[in-house]
Structure formats: structure tokens, C-alpha cells
């Protein structure tokens, strides 16, 4: 399997040369839907050249980054669309990695179960055929880098790219078994952009499975490595924390990073759902709404957590999308990561009940946001709510996408302990319904 | 959310829409085309009004007096031109001068890809002059342009006096708040690309021209001004712009109460408003200005001077004469009256126009039809393609999430559909390549084709577009192999197919609401009713009448018959040859997005259209 991996990875750096070379990369730099004022590869810039001169970067209100990321820059600014392509091929790379060990999980778990005899007999066709698993590593790969939304993330620059290997690397570790790293690449994904942190609970539920350890609150081991993991977090949050401290001497970048992204002062159009509403809102409810909005990202953390207590890696799924449609400056470089992991759904294809729906959408309005961009700020004909309607319509498309999927997850659990040919009562057919 | 989650009602939803599909989608298209028709009935329509507050209230006197000194510097101009060949430039400084102005000349060359055999240019090379009226009353930020184009022939010499004339009575005048530019630009459209350009410090068609020494405010509005007589029966005016754009309603609106007021017949479109509109021919001339405004929207190329300025976000319109044998005549001095009066209403303004509609059609000058209004149309049109692409994803291999909520479907849909998705990856790369042949050979290989064939440069340009599009047609028999891996590939071709051209129509109707309408009205029953079962000879002829060339080919004759100059068979072939060639010269000079949109997306779309068609 290495050698398609290797083509594929050949393929998406090629694409990503040319269109480096090509005239459509500072174009596409501009864009909006695509660089967001965390990311935009013009602010790196601004920030080297404030630190060269010897100025804290975050003295105005131009930069946003983290230390680490600017030091990183810092040694290779020459090399910065080597660094995005090597982002891209290293998330790609541990995207497959991962996949390939859970889908060796999942066939063994099955393997046991069909044993075990501990399914119901007409479910023999919504088990996952090696044939069809063997080839969704590779499809990850492939959905991640030749995705159109990962190209233009890498095509202008941003590093965006760079917190989703960071991602990515986490979830590789976590799937691995590998506690330590886990932990530690989860710490760097929170000190990128904060968000992550809601991914400690899948984590925490996957590695406590991969132990045996039931989750259980009365259990002492629940506990012991619970406590385990959160040190292990906390400890490497503090040391990455720190190491920023003193490679910039201060603690400057605190407020300019993470005030930057809860507050959300910059109301620069994206294709996220602050700016229109603050914006648009009186100065006096800011406060509030912030709270709102910033707690929708943590907030379904736990009634997911608790409904998908035996399927971390989905839980993991879940909250990358959450993140990525509800955080406050999101890029399309965040919604390729998610929809990196829709291959290894693919078996919950036949209960989907909106997809074309859902993807006409989505399609629909990813060619629509520069249409309606020219009219509002080129042509001057349209105005911000149209192209806030199309923001609108694509997070309800996505928001569609996501509670599908999970609808279809539970959906086919179901039929996995209650049979698939559900009889009423009556003996009639029954149908399942979400309410 | 019972809708998406009851898959009872889905079911019988879905059964709904694939059972009763052709007849709702034959409806749809129906109510579309009626809906369209409608627009220009005039209970149906709205009346105009003026909405921006800045101009709407404050009283104007106009009292321009100086129409006949006008038309003797207007003489004098012509004078000049004749002896010099060209533009008088030294002359045309010389009067801004002695006028009041602070004078500007600018400099431009630009070398065309191919000869324009209408204009019959090749090397432009000219000067754009204009002087700059200093506002007295308010820093110099905002500005306004008055222009008139300095055209080769004999013609437009008044609008040039006129223009000097107003100058003068303006300088004296002391309520000015905004700059006021005049400008005299040769070669009309070029001059002013040139000009604006420059103005805005942006080179967006490689075109040389030297920098500008003077310059005023951000500008506010602009108006073009044509002129070829002495006196005028009518005024016409023209507002469609690149692309399609359109200026703020609102500028129409004050022309039209000026007009009014000065007593001054309008038009627009070039036909005059009727009162009778319950009656059939009142109705009739309401559908034709209408949809000769919507012919010309769809072409995306500026009508008037002022049509390049709506790309800087300047709202503008051209102002043309129009001498005819009617009695009622109107004097200079009453144009120019008009003209003081819009540009005392202009310099009141507090904000750019935005208040009123960017998007309309206007059946007549005092009725307008808002985006609210002629969107159903087209949605009517673009719903046809969505049932019919849900249609066809019901077909493919009825899938589970829509027929049978998950349970009991035998086959998974996925191993029959993902090699189909491969191999429609073939057509659809094939077509595109055409497409991208035909926008980038026709201009490339002009001189291959010359030294070859006895033809000029532009028959060359346009032969060999209509070669490749012709050429397109053959291309089917190259992508059969593939075909015979799935049966339903032709289903999964005609879903991408449907979908990507719902998506294409509806961006370019966003933009350009004429020019989406009129492909869809030709596209959506290709779309729509192609599959490889129906009689082959008979839908290929329709399918080729429907084709995206030959609605050019009826936009043009329509276009003239609506103009009450029909064309003979001859005629109209040789008038679409040069509106091909316009149109590219429209794209290389000024960025107009027509002729890339029909060859890159359109043109490759229909092919894949007509792949359907030959599927085995």
C-alpha cells in the first residue's frame, strides 16, 4: 500500500507546485473563505519582520500566532511552501496510519463478535468486508490531500495546515496507544488554537478502552489514569506554555492570541457564523453573546462524550467537525480535516438520509461564496447579508452533514444489537425515527 | 425536522417528485417562461421612485443659458478635427484653459489581438483630455464626471460643445461641493479604459497609457453624453454596463424626473413609453424594451462610455441623442439645462448612491421589475434541473437513504457507482480541454490560419472558434470504451452533469440575471430530457439547435428584430460572425467575462450533455 501512497502524495505536491507558480496563488492568498486574520500567511510575514526589528510582534493588532509557530517560521520563512506541503503530506500520512490501525481494530473486534455469535443473524451485511477496508486509508489520504479545500489552504500559505498535521500527529498517537504523546501533541493542538481541549475526552475514552479500564466513576484505575493523562496534558501545556514565555520574554502573546480568538474583536467576513452577528449586535450584549457562542464549541463535548462513551474514535470524528464549523474564525482548511475522515464512514453510507441533499449544498455554496463576494465588495450591487445567507447555508449544511452521520452511526448500532428487519410490536415493519 | 428524519413522508415525498417528475418539471418550465412574460405587465410591476433622500427633495432651478454658444464651439471643434484628422488636442486645452480648468492630457497606445473590423482599428494609439473644475465649497474628495467621446467621424461634436459650454456656466456657478471632471476621451471605450485605469492606479488589461498629472476625488458618479445634432427629439438612456452591471436605480430615476420637469421626451432602449398597457400593443412594446434590455445585459459588454466605470464601484449612464422626424424638437440649451440640474442633484448627494435596486429590468423608464420579482423566473428554470437530479439519484440503483430508509436494499449502491465515477472522469476532461481549446486557439493560431487560408485576421479568429466548436461535436466516439464498465454510467455522467450546470446558471444569474435566463431557457430541456434511449437523429438536431452557439445565433436575431431592423438570413450569419469577434475583443480589452464563461463552463457542460446522448 505504500507505493499508492506515494503516487498520491506525488499527485497532490505537484498540483500544489504548479499552482504555487501560477498566478491564481496571491488571489487565492486573499481570499477570505480560505485565510482567516489567525492564519494569513501576510500576517506571519508582518510578524517576522516586527521581530527581526526587534518589536514584540503582538504590539499591534496585526498578528496572531503563537511563539512557537514564529520561531518556526522564523527558520524557515524561505522555505514556507516546502513547510505547507510538508504539513499537508505529514497529516496525510498520519491520517492513513491511523485509519489503517483502527480499521485493524475495528475488523478484530468484529472478528470476535461474529465468534462470539453476539449479533443478531440478518445483520451479516452491515459487516465490513476486508476488501472494502482495505482501501479506506488510502481514500482518507486522498480525501485530505486532494481535497480542493486542503489545496487552497496550502496554495495560500496558511498555516492552518500546520494545526491540522498537529491534529492529525494527535490523533495517530492516540490510536497508537501512545499516552505520552497523545497528551503532548493534544497540549501543542490547544496551544495552537484553543479548541482542541475538547478532544481530551475521546482521547481519555479511547485510551482508557485500549487499557481495558471501564468507564466508571466509582473505579479507583478510572481515576488513576484519568489523573494520569490529565497531568501528562497539563504538565506539557505548561512546558510549551512556558518555553513561549521565555523565547519572547513576555507574556504579551496571551491576550493577543487566545483574547484574540474567544473575543473575537476581528469581524473580517468568513465563512463562520461570528462576524455578521457581531457585527450587526449592540456593544452592550457582546459579552453575552460571545459566551453563547464560544460555549456552543465545548458545550456538546459531554452529552457526546456520554452517547458515544464505546466509540471514541467517532466522538474524535464528531468534535473535529464541531470545532471546525463553530469556532470563531474558521477557513476551509479546518472543514478539510473533518471531511478527511468521511471515507472510514463509508459504511454507514446505505443510512445516510440527506446526502445528496446535504453535498448539493455544500457544493452549491462553496461556488457561490466568491460569486456573491465579487457582487458585495467588487460590483458593490449586493451587501454583506448575501453573503452572510450563503455562510448561513453552508453551516447548516454542515451542521446537516455531521448530525447525519451520527444519526446513522447510532442507527446502525442499533441494528447490530436489535436486528436489522425491525418488527413493530403488531408484527408489522417499524421504522426508526430521530425526534 | 420531520421531513428529514420521517422516512414515511420522505418516502412519499420522494415518490411524489421521481412519479409525477416529467410533468412537474414541464410545468416549471412553463411557469418559468410565463413568469417572464409577466414582468413586463404593468400591474405586475413596480413604479419608480426616488429613494435617495440627498436628491429628492431639495429644489433645483437649472438656468443654463449658453445652448447656442455651445453649438459653435461644437462647429469650431469639428473644424478643428477635420484639419488635424484627429483629436484637436492643443485646441481642446487651449478652450478647457481659457474656460477655468485645470487641463490634463493622458496618453494611451494599445495593440488589439486581432483587427476590429467594425471599428476598423488594429494599433490604438490616442489622448484623453479633461479638465478638473476645483469644488469651492468642500475638500477636494469626491468628484464627478461629465465625458463625451471623441469619435473619428463627424458625429458627437455637439456633446464635446455641450460639454465645454457647461464647463464654462459651471465655473462660474459656486455651490460646487464635489470636483467635477470633464472629460474628452478618444477611441470611446479604449480611451476610457485608459483613462479609468490610470485614475484608479490598477492595470488590469496590459494596456499602456501614461500615468495621470491630476487628479480628483474618489468619484461619486459619472455621465456619458452623445450628442450628434443640433437639436434632439428624444434622449435615450442606456445603462447596461460590463458584465452586465447595472448602475443604482436611483440614477435612472433622477434622469427620468428631469426629463419630466425639463419637458424633454426619455427613452429607453430607444422606445418610447405608452400609456395604453392594457391594451396588446401597449403590453407588446413593455415585453420588447424589456427584453431588449435583457439581450443586452446577457451580452456583457458596455453599451455606452459609462459602462466601464461600473467596474469602480461608480455609478454612471450614458445620455444619447436621438434626432428622429417627429415634430417636438428640444434645443441644446434645454439638454444642457437637464444636465445642470442632474449634476446639482449628484453634488447634493451625502453617500454614494445605494439607497435604490442595483438589479432590475426596466419594461419602461417610470416601471421598473426588482430582483425580488424576476428571480422566480429563473428559479423556476433551475428547480428543473434539481428534480431531475434527484430523479436520477432515485434511479442509481434506487438507493437506500431515499427508497427504502436503509433496510432491505440488496445491492450496495456503492460498488456499482464508484468505477462509474472514474469513468465519467473521462468525458468530462475531454470536454473541458475543448472548452479551454477554444478560448485559448482562436486568437493564438490567427496567423497559422492566415498564411493557410485566404481570410483575414478576425474571419480567421472567428473561423477557427466555430471549427473547434464544430470539431467538439465529433468528440463522443473517443470516450465510448470506458462506458461499457458500468451501465449506469450514463446516469452518474447526467447527475454531474445536471448538477455542475444548476450550479453554473445560478453564480451567472447572480451576477448577470439576463444572461443566466437566457441559458437556461435553451440548456434546461437539453439537461433535462437527454438520455441515451430517445431517438437519436432527431434529439442530436435538437440538441445542436439548442446548443449554447446557436442561442447566440437567435440572440442576434432577435436582438434585431426587437430593434425594428430585421436582418435576412445572410445578414444575420455575417452579423453573428462579427458579434464572436466582439466578443473576444470585448473579453481581451475590457475583461468582459461572457465569451470566458461560454467556452471555459457552458460550452464543455453541453458537451458532456451531448456525450449522454451518444452513451452505449
Given at each position: 500500500m505504500a507505493a499508492p501512497l506515494t503516487l498520491l502524495v506525488i499527485v497532490a505536491v505537484t498540483i500544489r507546485a504548479v499552482l504555487f507558480r501560477s498566478s491564481l496563488a496571491e488571489l487565492i492568498s486573499e481570499r477570505v473563505e480560505v485565510v482567516s486574520p489567525l492564519n494569513s500567511w501576510k500576517r506571519v510575514v508582518e510578524g517576522l519582520a516586527l521581530l527581526d526589528l526587534g518589536v514584540s510582534p503582538y504590539s499591534g493588532d496585526v498578528f496572531h500566532e503563537t511563539p512557537l509557530t514564529i520561531y518556526l517560521y522564523h527558520f524557515v520563512i524561505d522555505y514556507a511552501e516546502i513547510v505547507c506541503m510538508i504539513a499537508d503530506g505529514i497529516t496525510a500520512v498520519a491520517l492513513y496510519l491511523a485509519v489503517q490501525v483502527y480499521n485493524k481494530n475495528v475488523f478484530r473486534k468484529q472478528k470476535y463478535a461474529l465468534e462470539a455469535d453476539r449479533y443478531p443473524h440478518d445483520c451479516l451485511e452491515l459487516m465490513q468486508?476486508?476488501?472494502?477496508?482495505?482501501?479506506?486509508?488510502?481514500?482518507?489520504?486522498?480525501?485530505?490531500?486532494?481535497?480542493?479545500?486542503?489545496?487552497?489552504?496550502?496554495?495560500?500559505?496558511?498555516?492552518?495546515?500546520?494545526?491540522?498535521?498537529?491534529?492529525?500527529?494527535?490523533?495517530?498517537?492516540?490510536?497508537?496507544?501512545?499516552?505520552?504523546?497523545?497528551?503532548?501533541?493534544?497540549?501543542?493542538?490547544?496551544?495552537?488554537?484553543?479548541?482542541?481541549?475538547?478532544?481530551?475526552?475521546?482521547?481519555?475514552?479511547?485510551?482508557?478502552?485500549?487499557?481495558?479500564?471501564?468507564?466508571?466513576?466509582?473505579?479507583?484505575?478510572?481515576?488513576?489514569?484519568?489523573?494520569?493523562?490529565?497531568?501528562?496534558?497539563?504538565?506539557?501545556?505548561?512546558?510549551?506554555?512556558?518555553?513561549?514565555?521565555?523565547?519572547?520574554?513576555?507574556?504579551?502573546?496571551?491576550?493577543?492570541?487566545?483574547?484574540?480568538?474567544?473575543?473575537?474583536?476581528?469581524?473580517?467576513?468568513?465563512?463562520?457564523?461570528?462576524?455578521?452577528?457581531?457585527?450587526?449586535?449592540?456593544?452592550?450584549?457582546?459579552?453575552?453573546?460571545?459566551?453563547?457562542?464560544?460555549?456552543?464549541?465545548?458545550?456538546?463535548?459531554i452529552p457526546l462524550s456520554i452517547k458515544l462513551k464505546d466509540h471514541p474514535v467517532f466522538l474524535m470524528f464528531m468534535q473535529i467537525a464541531i470545532i471546525s464549523i463553530f469556532k470563531s474564525y474558521p477557513t476551509v482548511g479546518d472543514i478539510a480535516l473533518y471531511m478527511a475522515f468521511l471515507p472510514v464512514w463509508s459504511h454507514l453510507y446505505r443510512f445516510l438520509r440527506n446526502i445528496f441533499m446535504v453535498s448539493c449544498v455544500l457544493l452549491a455554496c462553496s461556488a457561490l461564496f466568491p460569486v456573491l463576494w465579487h457582487l458585495w465588495i467588487y460590483a458593490g450591487s449586493a451587501n454583506s447579508n448575501f453573503y452572510y445567507a450563503i455562510t448561513l447555508l453552508f453551516n447548516v449544511g454542515q451542521v446537516l452533514l455531521v448530525s447525519d452521520y451520527f444519526y446513522a452511526y447510532l442507527r446502525r448500532e442499533h441494528h447490530l444489537s436489535h436486528g436489522l428487519y425491525l418488527k413493530k410490536k403488531d408484527g408489522s415493519e417499524a421504522t426508526l425515527v430521530l425526534k | 425536522m420531520g421531513l428529514l428524519s420521517d422516512p414515511n413522508r420522505r418516502r412519499a415525498l420522494t415518490n411524489l417528485l421521481t412519479r409525477l417528475n416529467t410533468p412537474i418539471c414541464v410545468l416549471c418550465y412553463l411557469a418559468g417562461v410565463a413568469w417572464f412574460m409577466g414582468l413586463a405587465f404593468e400591474p405586475f410591476t413596480l413604479r419608480t421612485y426616488m429613494s435617495e433622500n440627498a436628491m429628492g427633495s431639495t429644489m433645483v432651478e437649472e438656468r443654463f443659458?449658453?445652448?447656442?454658444?455651445?453649438?459653435?464651439?461644437?462647429?469650431?471643434?469639428?473644424?478643428?478635427?477635420?484639419?488635424?484628422?484627429?483629436?484637436?488636442?492643443?485646441?481642446?486645452?487651449?478652450?478647457?484653459?481659457?474656460?477655468?480648468?485645470?487641463?490634463?492630457?493622458?496618453?494611451?497606445?494599445?495593440?488589439l489581438p486581432f483587427p476590429d473590423e467594425n471599428k476598423e482599428r488594429y494599433m490604438v494609439r490616442g489622448t484623453n483630455v479633461y479638465g478638473i473644475l476645483r469644488a469651492p465649497r468642500a475638500p477636494r474628495t469626491e468628484a464627478l464626471v461629465l465625458s463625451a467621446p471623441c469619435s473619428p467621424d463627424n458625429s458627437n461634436n455637439q456633446a464635446v460643445g455641450l460639454l465645454l459650454g457647461l464647463a464654462q456656466y459651471f465655473r462660474s456657478q459656486i455651490y460646487w461641493a464635489k470636483d467635477i471632471i470633464f472629460l474628452v476621451n478618444e477611441h470611446d471605450l479604449i480611451g476610457m479604459q485608459a483613462w479609468l485605469e490610470a485614475y484608479h492606479h490598477t492595470n488590469i488589461t496590459g494596456m499602456d497609457w501614461a500615468p495621470l498629472h491630476g487628479r480628483g476625488g474618489s468619484i461619486q458618479a459619472a455621465l456619458s453624453l452623445e450628442l450628434s445634432s443640433d437639436v434632439v427629439t428624444s434622449l435615450d438612456l442606456v445603462l447596461e454596463g460590463l458584465n452586465g452591471q447595472l448602475p443604482n436605480l436611483d440614477l435612472a430615476n433622477l434622469f427620468y424626473t428631469f426629463c419630466q420637469k425639463q419637458d424633454i421626451l426619455c427613452t429607453i432602449q430607444e422606445k418610447l413609453q405608452r400609456s395604453d398597457w392594457d391594451s396588446v400593443s401597449g403590453y407588446s412594446q413593455a415585453v420588447q424594451t424589456m427584453a431588449l434590455m435583457v439581450l443586452k445585459q446577457a451580452s456583457g459588454r458596455p453599451w455606452g462610455d459609462h459602462g466601464l466605470f461600473l467596474r469602480y464601484h461608480i455609478e454612471s449612464a450614458t445620455i444619447r441623442g436621438i434626432n428622429s422626424f417627429r415634430q417636438y424638437k428640444t434645443d441644446t440649451t434645454t439638454v444642457g439645462r437637464l444636465l445642470e440640474g442632474m449634476f446639482r442633484k449628484l453634488n447634493n448627494l451625502l453617500e454614494r448612491l445605494h439607497q435604490s435596486y442595483f438589479f432590475y429590468l426596466l419594461p419602461s423608464l417610470s416601471r421598473f421589475v426588482s430582483i425580488g420579482y424576476y428571480m422566480p423566473a429563473f428559479g423556476f428554470l433551475a428547480v428543473i434541473l434539481l428534480l431531475r437530479a434527484l430523479d436520477l439519484w432515485v434511479q442509481l440503483g434506487a438507493l437506500p437513504s431515499v427508497t427504502e430508509d436503509g433496510v432491505g436494499s440488496r445491492a450496495l449502491p456503492l460498488q456499482s457507482s464508484s468505477p462509474s465515477l472514474v469513468s465519467i472522469l473521462t468525458p468530462v476532461v475531454i470536454s473541458h480541454l475543448t472548452g479551454a481549446a477554444l478560448y485559448t486557439l482562436p486568437v493564438l493560431s490567427q496567423e497559422l490560419a492566415v498564411q493557410h487560408f485566404p481570410v483575414s485576421e478576425t474571419e480567421a479568429v472567428v473561423l477557427t472558434a466555430i471549427a473547434i466548436y464544430t470539431a467538439g461535436l465529433a468528440l463522443p466516439h473517443n470516450t465510448h470504451r470506458y462506458s461499457s464498465i458500468a451501465k449506469q454510467g450514463w446516469r452518474v455522467l447526467k447527475l454531474v452533469a445536471v448538477l455542475y450546470l444548476a450550479v453554473l446558471l445560478s453564480c451567472t444569474a447572480l451576477i448577470n440575471f439576463s444572461l443566466g435566463f437566457i441559458l437556461a431557457l435553451t440548456l434546461v430541456p437539453v439537461a433535462a430530457f437527454v438520455t441515451p434511449h430517445v431517438p437519436k437523429v432527431l434529439s442530436a438536431v435538437v440538441m445542436v439547435l439548442l446548443a449554447p452557439g446557436c442561442t447566440l445565433l437567435y440572440c442576434v436575431f432577435a436582438f434585431q428584430e426587437l430593434q425594428e431592423a430585421p436582418v435576412s438570413l445572410i445578414d444575420g450569419w455575417m452579423l453573428f460572425l462579427s458579434v464572436i469577434s466582439q466578443g473576444m475583443l470585448d473579453h481581451a480589452l475590457y475583461g468582459s467575462l461572457v465569451y470566458p464563461l461560454l467556452a471555459l463552463f457552458i460550452y464543455p457542460c453541453w458537451l458532456i450533455l451531448w456525450n449522454i446522448l451518444f452513451w452505449k
Open positions: 468486508t476486508p476488501k472494502e477496508l482495505f482501501y479506506v486509508p488510502l481514500k482518507v489520504a486522498m480525501f485530505y490531500l486532494l481535497s480542493p479545500f486542503t489545496i487552497l489552504s496550502c496554495v495560500a500559505k496558511s498555516t492552518c495546515g500546520i494545526n491540522n498535521a498537529i491534529v492529525a500527529l494527535f490523533v495517530l498517537c492516540t490510536i497508537k496507544g501512545s499516552a505520552l504523546l497523545s497528551a503532548i501533541f493534544l497540549a501543542l493542538a490547544t496551544y495552537q488554537s484553543i479548541y482542541p481541549i475538547t478532544l481530551f475526552a475521546p482521547a481519555l475514552i479511547y485510551l482508557l478502552q485500549r487499557l481495558y479500564i471501564p468507564v466508571n466513576l466509582r473505579r479507583q484505575s478510572f481515576w488513576l489514569f484519568t489523573l494520569q493523562y490529565a497531568f501528562m496534558f497539563v504538565g506539557s501545556l505548561v512546558v510549551i506554555v512556558g518555553l513561549s514565555f521565555f523565547l519572547l520574554g513576555s507574556w504579551d502573546y496571551i491576550p493577543s492570541v487566545y483574547g484574540f480568538i474567544l473575543s473575537v474583536p476581528d469581524l473580517t467576513p468568513n465563512i463562520g457564523l461570528f462576524w455578521y452577528f457581531f457585527a450587526e449586535m449592540f456593544e452592550h450584549f457582546r459579552l453575552f453573546f460571545i459566551c453563547v457562542f464560544q460555549i456552543n464549541v465545548f458545550f456538546y463535548t | 443659458p449658453a445652448g447656442e454658444r455651445a453649438l459653435v464651439t461644437a462647429r469650431e471643434f469639428g473644424a478643428h478635427k477635420r484639419k488635424s484628422g484627429a483629436m484637436p488636442v492643443d485646441w481642446l486645452v487651449k478652450t478647457m484653459q481659457s474656460r477655468g480648468l485645470e487641463v490634463y492630457t493622458q496618453s494611451f497606445s494599445r495593440r
